[in-house]
C-alpha cells in the first residue's frame, strides 16, 4: 500500500496540530510550512504538547512568497494539501489589515496557484470561516446563507474561499472549502475569548490573579472542540468530488454563558471576578453565529462529538495543569 503524502499550511497552529495528530493515526507521512522565526525554539510548541513533534517534517516557507510554495510542493508532492496558515485574529485584522489581506487573503491564492502549477492533482483543503456570515442574514447559516463579512479578516477569507470555488470550476481542480465555525482546545490561542477566559480561571482560582477583563460578553458563539473538527477537514478530501461544507455543532452560547460554565467548573462565580475593559471591543461586532452541519452529516456523515461543558472542563484542566508547573504553553 502506498503511504498517502500531506501538507499543511498553518501546521504549528492549533488546527495543524491536532491535524497532524490525525494524519499521523491513518499512517499519512506529515509535511508542513514553516515561516522563519527568531522562536524557533517555541514554536513547535503544540506539536510537542501532543508529543509528535519529531514525527512531521517541517519545510521552511512563506504563504506570502510564492516561490517557497512552488519549491515546498515540489519537494512533498502531497496527495492532500491543508490550507490553514492565516493571519486568524479578527481582532488584530483592524490593526494589519493589509498584512491580513496578503497572508488570508492572497496566500490562498498562491498556495492555489501553486498547487495548479506543481502537482494539480493534489486535493486541497481551504479553512474558510463561518465570519464570513458576519452580519447574519439567516437565523442558522449554511452552505447556501448569503455573506455579509464585517471585519478584514472576514473579507480576506472570503476572497480566499471565492478563489478556492473558482479553481474548481475553472481548472478543475480537487478544491474544497470547509466552513468551520468557532472550534477550540487546550492548544488555543491565548487571545481568542474562550482560552483567555480558561486561563483566566485557572490563575484565579490558583490564587495569581483577582480579575479578567473582557469586552463584550453578550456576543453568541457555535464553539466545538478543534479535535473533531479537524476529522471534518480530512473527511472532505475522501469524496470523489470536491465540494463545500459547514461544519458546526448546532447550538450557540453567549460569552457570558462560556464564562459561568468555567467558572463554575472550579467553583467560582463570574460575577465577583469579571470586569468589562472597553479595549476589547471591536468596531464591528459579529453579534451571533449558529451553524447548520445537516450537509456535512449527511455527506460525510461527520457529527461534532463533545460538549461544550466537556470542553470547557478540558480546557480549565489544561491550564490548572499548565500553570501548576510553570509551562509557557
Ligand atoms: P492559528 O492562529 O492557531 O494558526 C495559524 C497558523 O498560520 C500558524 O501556524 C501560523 O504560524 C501560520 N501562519 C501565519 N502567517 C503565516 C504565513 N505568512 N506563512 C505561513 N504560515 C503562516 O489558527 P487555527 O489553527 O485556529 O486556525 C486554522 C485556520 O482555520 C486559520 O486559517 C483560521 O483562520 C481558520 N479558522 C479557524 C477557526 C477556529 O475557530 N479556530 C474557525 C474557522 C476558520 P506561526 O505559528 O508562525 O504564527
Ligand atoms: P472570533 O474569536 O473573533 O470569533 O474568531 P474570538 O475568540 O477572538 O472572539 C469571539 C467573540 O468574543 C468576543 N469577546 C472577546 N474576544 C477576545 N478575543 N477577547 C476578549 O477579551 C473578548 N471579550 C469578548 C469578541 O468580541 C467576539 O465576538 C475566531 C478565530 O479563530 C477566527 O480565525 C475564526 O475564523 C473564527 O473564530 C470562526
Known sequence: MTIKRALITGITGQDGAYLSQLLLSKGYEVHGLLRRSASADVINSRLIW??????VILHDGNLTDLSSLIRVLG????DEVYNLAAQ????????????TGSVTALGAGNMLEAVRLVCADARFYQASSSEMYGLIQEPRQSETTPFYPRSPYAVAKLYAHWMTVNYRESF??????????????????????TRKI????????????QELALGNLDVKR???????????MWLMLQPDRPDDYVVATGRTVSVRQFCELA?????LKMEDHVV?????????????????PAKAQEALGWVAETSLEQLVAEMVEADLARLKRHSHL
Open 198 to 209: 480558561t486561563d483566566g480561571v485557572a490563575r484565579i482560582k490558583l490564587g495569581l490573579r
Open 75 to 78: 519537494e512533498v508532492r502531497p
Open 50 to 55: 501532543l508529543g509528535i513533534a519529531d514525527e
Open 222 to 232: 457555535d464553539w466545538g472542540h478543534a479535535r473533531d473538527y479537524v476529522k471534518a
Open 88 to 99: 486568524s485574529f479578527v481582532k488584530s485584522s483592524w490593526q494589519q489589515p493589509l498584512l
Open 263 to 267: 467558572f463554575g467548573h472550579v467553583g
Open 276 to 292: 468589562i475593559d472597553p479595549r476589547y471591543l471591536r468596531p464591528a461586532e459579529v453579534e451571533v453565529l449558529l451553524g447548520n
Open 172 to 193: 478543475n481542480l480537487y478544491a474544497s472549502s470547509g466552513i468551520l465555525f468557532n472550534h477550540e482546545s487546550p492548544l488555543r490561542g491565548i487571545e481568542f475569548v
